[in-house]
């Protein structure tokens, strides 16, 4: 797609890839060292995607972890993708986020992504 700010890849700095996905730095970060991956091909969701398309995002991300973990010694991490408009997906192009997560960044780091939705945030799982 000519539209598409991820399939100009001329634009992208790409930190890894395989045959049919690449990695680079997410624009606006949530944290340090905070990447997207993305299939080459355009397809607009996950659910759009091929299992060889997500074969090799996961592959990347298995990767992209250990690149992660010497380049910025993280104390752990979130992955995860947005999927359609009402879930805050903004460009149409299948990406998953990889977000190191560093101790301290947040008071209360309890329910990870269930926080998406903040009245729905789930206090049982207490320590």
């Known amino acids: 797609m000519t ?3 991820f399939c100009n890849r001329e634009t ?8 049919l996905a690449l990695a680079f730095y997410d624009d606006c970060p949530a944290s340090k060292g905070h990447l997207l991956v993305i ?10 995607a091929s299992a060889d398309e997500h074969n090799a995002i996961r592959e990347l991300i ?18 995860g993708a947005n999927i359609g408009h009402f879930a805050g997906q903004t460009v149409f192009h299948f990406h998953m986020h ?6 301290g960044d947040v008071k209360d780091p309890r329910g990870g992504v269930r926080k998406v ?3 729905r945030s ?6």
Do not use: G, S, W
């Open 3 to 5: 539209d598409c700010v």
């Open 12 to 19: 992208l700095d790409v930190v890894a890839e395989n045959d």
């Open 39 to 48: 299939p080459k091909r355009h397809v607009e969701t996950y659910f759009d």
């Open 62 to 79: 298995f990767q992209l972890k250990a690149f992660l973990d010497q380049k910025y010694n993280p104390d752990a991490y979130n992955i």
């Open 98 to 103: 990889i977000i190191p997560r560093y101790e």
């Open 117 to 119: 939705i903040p009245t």
């Open 122 to 127: 789930c206090h049982r799982h207490r320590r």
